[in-house]
């Protein structure tokens, strides 16, 4: 009796199981708000060789797409923009021989007597224009002509007007720092050219655009200058630059290995095959501009982002699956949190090259993420803390009529519950709860009341989140 009431004694001492672990929390303060989100970060960026930008009746080219595509900003020209002769709409180019070649800048898309000079830049803008949107033309920098690149400014403005044309951004060159054929004429150039560009040449020539610009425009040009410019010694191109150009591309030794690989690209961790963090590039860009003097430092502008540098090869399921969506939202989500100002994707958002300009294809999730976020769109930022889970990023605004919205990114292959806990609300509001459609989970659109403690909510496993909070 004696050992088997020993036993009970020692069984009724045991201590209580521990509880389960509550919901990690998440605090938004709508009282405090900080800068805007910028509109101009859900751009697109277009090469001057697309054959698909035309005018709705060239039956040779896909008729314009319309409204709905979400864009608010396009970069004209990339990687093409520094081989582009303008006046002849002839793109320049090397063969597999070596052999110099002038071909036509639109591959027989388009015909119509109604563009001439500059047809392919022209024909982008009218689709700019039509959007609603805002242009960055990169101008050819690398022949070192500003007065040809002045001709170009003057033909859109007589095309547009003079206001449609003041309100483009001028970018000055492509990549300058890995320019072969600095100053070379385009008919001229040769294969084994090794005119660099250095960076005070870069600042130079800069600053001699800007005069040639604004004789055409009629106004101070807004400048666009690649981040070559800031290893420049000489400083005096501050105060003619509007923004300064970076580029991301997560990856650069081939499509990455998995999808939670891909979807940590903007943060990689330990071992990862990323080119590294998008942030660190953008705070190392910012340390940079701003040793020039408080309040003069351009804004940034990633006007060249995706997962690889060769655009994404579509043939790449990995690039259109759910982890490309989880990608674009926290990329997205990144250029928010460091206050970019214009932001370009320089690869198909839809299923085919043609997009999202034209009626061919259909988006890809990674273009659902970019649009859920577009609710965030001019939104003033608001604090968040603690810092969310590991894997779990977050942005939080303030929109017009007392409005919140918080974007939620999971970029682990589990999903995940916390508690969103907001403060300076009225006690009194409506939660509506946007999850995009994963493969395990076909999202949905549900409301519900916000209680006294917050929101619940459940993150599917590399899923993408946009909670809209309205006063009742």
Same mark, same amino acid.
């Not at 007065?147 to 403005?157: D, E, K, P, S, W």
């Not at 998995?258 to 080119?275: F, I, K, Q, R």
């Not at 839809?350 to 659902?368: E, K």
């Given at each position: 009796m004696l050992v088997a009431g020993a036993v009970v004694a020692q069984v009724r001492a045991r201590p209580a199981a521990p509880a389960a672990p509550s919901?990690?929390?998440? *605090?938004?303060d709508a009282r405090t %708000?900080?800068?805007?989100?910028?509109?101009?970060?859900?751009?697109?960026?277009?090469?001057?060789? =697309?054959?698909? #930008?035309?005018?709705? =009746?060239?039956? %040779?080219?896909?008729? &314009?797409?319309?409204?709905?595509?979400? $864009?608010?900003?396009?970069? *004209?020209?990339?990687?093409?923009?520094?081989? #582009?002769?303008?006046?002849?709409?002839?793109?320049?180019? &090397?063969?597999? !021989? @070596?052999?110099?070649?002038? *071909?036509?800048?639109t591959q027989g898309c388009f015909s119509s007597p109604h563009y001439g000079a500059g047809a392919s830049v022209l024909r982008v803008l009218d689709r700019v224009r039509q959007l609603g949107a805002t242009a960055v033309v990169v101008l050819n920098g690398e022949i070192d002509d500003p007065?040809?690149?002045?001709?170009?400014?003057?033909? $859109?403005?007589r095309r547009y007007g003079a206001a449609f044309a003041q309100g483009i951004y001028w970018e000055i060159g492509n990549a300058p720092a890995t320019w072969q054929h600095f100053g070379v004429p385009l008919a001229d150039r040769q294969q084994n050219d090794d005119a660099a560009c250095l960076p005070d040449q870069y600042a130079a020539l800069v600053r001699s655009y800007a005069p040639a610009l604004q004789a055409a425009l009629g106004a101070p040009p807004r400048i666009v200058a690649d981040e070559w410019i800031a290893n420049a010694t000489d400083q005096s191109w501050i105060g003619t630059v509007t923004a300064?150009?970076?580029? #991301?591309?997560? &990856?650069? +030794?081939?499509?990455?290995?998995?999808? @939670?690989?891909?979807?940590?690209?903007?943060?990689?961790?330990?071992?990862?095959? !990323?080119?590294?963090s998008l942030d660190q590039r953008l705070d190392n860009l910012?340390?940079?501009?701003?040793?020039?003097?408080? @309040?003069?430092?351009?804004? $940034?502008?990633?006007?060249?982002? +995706? *997962?690889?540098? +060769?655009?994404?090869?579509?043939?790449?399921?990995?690039? @259109? !699956?759910?982890?490309?969506?989880?990608?674009?939202?926290?990329?997205?989500?990144?250029?928010?949190?460091?206050?970019?100002?214009?932001?370009?994707? %320089?690869?198909p958002l #839809?299923?085919?090259?043609?997009?999202?300009?034209? %009626?061919?294809?259909?988006?890809?999730?990674? &273009?659902?993420a970019f649009m859920l976020l577009r609710a965030l769109s001019g939104g003033r930022l608001l604090s968040l803390h603690p810092a969310p889970p590991r894997g779990v990023d977050?942005?939080?605004?303030?929109?017009?009529?007392?409005?919140?919205?918080?974007?939620?990114v999971n970029r682990g292959r589990r999903g995940t519950t916390l508690r969103l806990a907001l403060k300076g609300l009225p006690a009194a509001a409506l939660a509506t709860i946007h999850t995009l459609p994963t493969e395990t989970d076909g999202g949905a659109v549900t409301t519900r009341p916000v209680a006294s403690g917050g929101l619940d909510l459940r993150l599917p496993p590399l899923g993408v989140m946009v909670v809209g909070v309205s006063p009742r």
């Open positions: 919901a990690p929390q998440l *605090i938004v %708000s900080g800068g805007v989100v910028s509109p101009l970060l859900f751009g697109l960026g277009v090469d001057v060789l =697309s054959p698909t #930008y035309s005018r709705p =009746s060239d039956t %040779s080219c896909t008729a &314009f797409f319309g409204q709905s595509t979400g $864009i608010g900003l396009v970069r *004209i020209g990339a990687v093409t923009a520094d081989d #582009y002769d303008w006046q002849t709409d002839r793109y320049y180019r &090397f063969s597999v !021989s @070596g052999r110099r070649e002038s *071909i036509p800048a007065q040809n690149a002045a001709g170009l400014v003057r033909l $859109i403005v300064v150009d970076t580029q #991301y591309h997560a &990856f650069t +030794n081939g499509p990455p290995a998995d999808p @939670g690989e891909l979807a940590g690209g903007v943060v990689p961790a330990a071992g990862h095959t !990323s080119t590294g910012r340390s940079s501009l701003g040793q020039y003097g408080s @309040g003069s430092a351009p804004q $940034i502008f990633v006007g060249t982002w +995706n *997962i690889d540098d +060769n655009l994404q090869d579509q043939d790449d399921p990995l690039y @259109g !699956s759910q982890a490309q969506a989880t990608f674009v939202a926290d990329l997205l989500l990144h250029l928010m949190q460091r206050q970019v100002a214009m932001a370009a994707w %320089s690869q #839809y299923t085919t090259t043609q997009a999202p300009f034209t %009626s061919v294809g259909s988006p890809r999730p990674g &273009f659902h977050a942005v939080a605004v303030r929109l017009a009529g007392g409005r919140l919205a918080v974007a939620l």
